[in-house]
C-alpha cells in the first residue's frame, strides 16, 4: 500500500494538549493514533519544527518532544532550494517576510515531495488565499502543487480506509 507523505508543522504538535480547544485536541489525537501505526501516512516534520517546539516553554516542550517519539516520522533538512523557494512565495506575495518560518515550513513539504501540509493555522496556511498563491508560485517554479488542510481531513481519510 503506498503511504501518502504529509507535513505536519508546528501546531499540530501543539493541540494535543490544548484543554481549551477540545475539540481540535480531540482532532489531533484522533490523528496522532492513525500516525502511530504508521499504515496510511507518512508523516514528516522539518528541523524549523523542531526549532519551533524547541521555543516552547516547559513543560510543553518536553510533551511535544515526547508526542514526537510516539509517532514514526521523517525529517527534511533546510537547502538552498528550499530557502530559494521560500524567498519565491515572498516574491509572489505568498506572505511577507515576517512569517518566514510558515513559508520554510511550506517549502519544505513541497521540495520534499509532500502531498499535503496538516495544521491548524488558519491564518497563514489553511486559507485559499494562501493556498491559492502557494500553488501558483509551485507552478511558475516548476514544484507539484500542495494540498493544505486541518488534520481532521486527514483523521478523516484515513479513517475511511480502514
Not at 504529509?6 to 484522533?30: E, F, G, R, W
Not at 496522532?32 to 517546539?53: D, P, Y
Request: a negative charge; hydrophobic letters at 40%; proline letters at 4%.
Amino acid at each position: 500500500m503506498h503511504r501518502m507523505r504529509i507535513y505536519l508543522d508546528t501546531s499540530v504538535i501543539n493541540y494535543l494538549d490544548a484543554p481549551a480547544h477540545s475539540d481540535k485536541m480531540s482532532d489531533t489525537q484522533d490523528l496522532w493514533e492513525i500516525l502511530k501505526r504508521g499504515e496510511f501516512f507518512e508523516a514528516v516534520i522539518s528541523g524549523v519544527t523542531e526549532q519551533e517546539v524547541d521555543a516552547c516553554p516547559e513543560p510543553k516542550r518536553s510533551f511535544m518532544f515526547q508526542k514526537l517519539t510516539e509517532i514514526p516520522f521523517a525529517i527534511i533538512e533546510v537547502t538552498h532550494e528550499i530557502t530559494d523557494l521560500a524567498e519565491e512565495y515572498i516574491k509572489q506575495g505568498v506572505l511577507s517576510r515576517t512569517h518566514y518560518n510558515d513559508l520554510l515550513h511550506i517549502a519544505h513539504a513541497v521540495v520534499g515531495g509532500c502531498s499535503c501540509i496538516v495544521s491548524w493555522n488558519f491564518r497563514h496556511f489553511v486559507n485559499i488565499k494562501t493556498i491559492d498563491r502557494v500553488n501558483a508560485a509551485n507552478l511558475t517554479n516548476g514544484y507539484q502543487q500542495i494540498k493544505i488542510v486541518p488534520p481532521s481531513m486527514i483523521r478523516d481519510a484515513g479513517e475511511q480506509d480502514e
